[in-house]
């Protein structure tokens, strides 16, 4: 059961799961991509960098692609319903 505040905040939710940024959870996917190509883009450069730098580099990306599967593997609330 949904709780919301009062009955603007009901009909604001409602507005933003009508909308296109909802239904397409393209900000999910661009943030995904991004991972994906910075993550990339450190191991094609590692031999540059060096270890430890690339290392560095790589444990926000590989934190931040795990907080995203956490988000898309079970479901993305934009898909519960």
């Not at 939710?13 to 959870?25: G, N, Y």
């Not at 190509?37 to 191991?43: H, I, Q, S």
Request: proline share 5%; aromatic share 12%; hydrophobic share 50%.
């Amino acid at each position: 059961m949904a709780n919301y505040l009062d009955l603007t905040h009901r009909r604001e939710i409602e507005a933003l799961v009508r909308s296109f940024t909802a239904k397409a959870e393209w900000p999910t996917w661009l943030l995904l991509l991004g991972v994906y190509a910075g993550w990339f883009g450190v191991l094609l450069a590692s031999h540059w960098r060096g270890l430890w730098c690339s290392t560095l580099l790589l444990i926000p990306l590989v934190t931040l692609w795990l907080s995203l599967q956490h988000e898309l593997l079970p479901g993305h609330p934009g898909n519960a319903g």
